[in-house]
């Protein structure tokens, strides 16, 4: 229809078709390149979200009670659902629906994610304080809860020249005590991030009726065990982390499906259930949570 109404000729366009489809074989010059036999081409999911959410570890596939966070750079939080929803709740929660296997749709949301640490980290070592990761978040879990809180999103923290001083600017904007130390500066980053999973989870549940008991976190950002914790608190859910690697499993597991070698969507996913160890994160209680939660709801809000 949209075609139709720009006055596209539609036989420009590739033909769409769902993963698993085989395209054909390995063409034989790159077969020589490469040292591989003539094997099949098969479509995967054709997007990295798309291979990951396929590689969730979950063993209730289309249900209702579980989420993901594919976490890295980036953070998509989201729910696997089988029709879209175009209400108008959805428009004005912009919400987005991306195709994925078996007729499913990804409702997510983009968060800034670990892009925000990352650029902390870049700073640092400007300055010649060459911590690890593993330090900075180390330095993180010992420094004051809930100091200060930004919101992830904020059009500042998509480019700065320097991630430091845009959150030091967003602190003096919002009268709230600036970060000091790397640690300060990571936590504000990480509670930060836990607080918008939370809000977005809360928002995908309304849209779709959901009652989410399990959030699934994979990707790289899954070996953050601060983090993994800090969102089992914020969203008051079990936190299973890991695998790193779902976007690599969903995408060779969906070419073994299409060669028969999987049954279908739920059996693929248990043979990552089998293959991996998850780690799980519960809720904590916290005396401070509530007041500091509705304390970043009134700070987005402005």
Known sequence: ELLARFELPREIFPKIVPPGTKLGTLREDVSHLSGLPRIDVIAPPTHDTASAVVGVPTQS???KNW???SSGTWSLVGLEIDKPIDSPQALELNVTHEGGVD????????VMGLWLVQNCKKHFDHLGKNHSYAELVDQAAN???FR?????????FLAPE???????SYCHETKQPVPETPGQFVRCCLESLAFKYAAVLKELESLSGFDVQTLH?????????LLNQLTATACQ???LAGPTEATVLGNVLTQARARGDIQDLSALRQVIVNSYSLKEFQPQPSATLAQAQARWLKLISK
Not at 103 to 110: A, Q
Not at 148 to 156: A, E, H, K, V, Y
Not at 162 to 168: G, K, P, Q
């Open 237 to 239: 859910v079990n936190v």
């Open 67 to 69: 989420a993901y966070i």
């Open 148 to 156: 200060s809180l930004i919101d992830p999103n904020d059009q500042r």
């Open 143 to 145: 420094a004051e809860p």
């Open 103 to 110: 007729g499913t749709y990804r409702l997510l949301k983009n």
């Open 162 to 168: 320097d991630m430091t001083t845009a959150i030091v």
């Open 217 to 225: 976190i994979v990707g790289g950002g899954s070996q953050n065990d």
């Open 61 to 63: 596939t289309g249900e």
